[in-house]
Each structure stands twice: as C-alpha cells, then as structure tokens.
C-alpha cells in the first residue's frame, strides 16, 4: 500500500525561499565555481577517479580479510598526494565538503524539528549526531 503525502504549499513556498536563499550566499556561490571547474577540467576528473578506483578496491580487499603491502599502500599515497598537488582537485573535494556540511546542518534541524515538535536551539542541536545523544545520524554513538 502506498501512501501519497502532499507537501502544504506554505511548506514548499518556504522550501523554495530557503533554496534561493542558498544561491545567494557567497560560500554556495563559491562551492559552484569550483565544481563547475572541476567539472571543465578531464584531467582532474580521471585523476580523482583513478584515485577512488583505487581507494575502493584497496578498502575491498583489506575488509576481505586481505592484506596490502607496503607498496601497494605508498602507491596509493602517491595517487592521492598527486590529486591534492592539483588545484582544481583539491578544490573540488573541498567544495564537496563544504556542500555536504551544509546539507547536514540544514537536515539535523529539519529532522530535529521532526523529532522534537519545535524548532530545535543550538543546545538541542547539539547532542544530535556524534553529541552521544542522538541515534538518527547513523554513527556509533
């Protein structure tokens, strides 16, 4: 059985405002141009692909029970510090970051609200994820 909820329209009227809200800011604004640089550059993206083959296929085996040499371990540093020498890489991870830190700022008060029926202060913020209080981040605590 599947439910369809409609969404209020004063709900997405200020989800629309929160998002153009979003565009304006110089740190979104900045997040961007350089993805968008990234996204320009092929060199940098088949490096920092080559580098997360890598990455993943070297967690897979360790976590298979495998052990990885020391080569294979320097070899992998080197791929990684090669991608991080490269500006446009670089400032691509960071703006993943940086983006990925805001969506989860933004969704704790959102899922906070959900949880606790007002908007949340920063002292309900803050024993949410990884606070030792919360167990809707996903994380061990």
């Not at 990234?38 to 890598?54: I, L, P, R, S, T």
């Not at 990925?100 to 700022?105: A, P, S, V």
Request: charged share 25%.
């Amino acid at each position: 059985m599947q439910t369809q909820i409609q969404t209020d329209e004063s709900v997405r009227r200020k989800t629309v405002e929160l998002c153009e809200t979003l565009l304006q800011q110089p740190q979104f604004q900045s997040i961007r141009q350089r993805l968008d640089a990234f996204m320009g550059d092929a060199k940098a993206q088949q490096q920092y692909e080559m580098v997360n083959e890598k990455g993943r296929a070297l967690h897979h085996r360790q976590h298979s029970g495998e052990a990885l040499s020391e080569s294979e371990i320097a070899g992998f540093e080197k791929m990684r510090d090669s991608l991080l020498a490269n500006p446009v890489a670089r400032n691509f991870i960071e703006a993943q970051q940086e983006m990925h830190q805001m969506q989860e700022e933004i969704g704790q008060y959102v899922s906070k609200t959900f949880e606790l029926g007002h908007v949340p202060g920063e002292d309900e913020l803050s024993d949410g994820c990884c606070g030792g209080g919360g167990h809707s981040c996903g994380c061990s605590h």
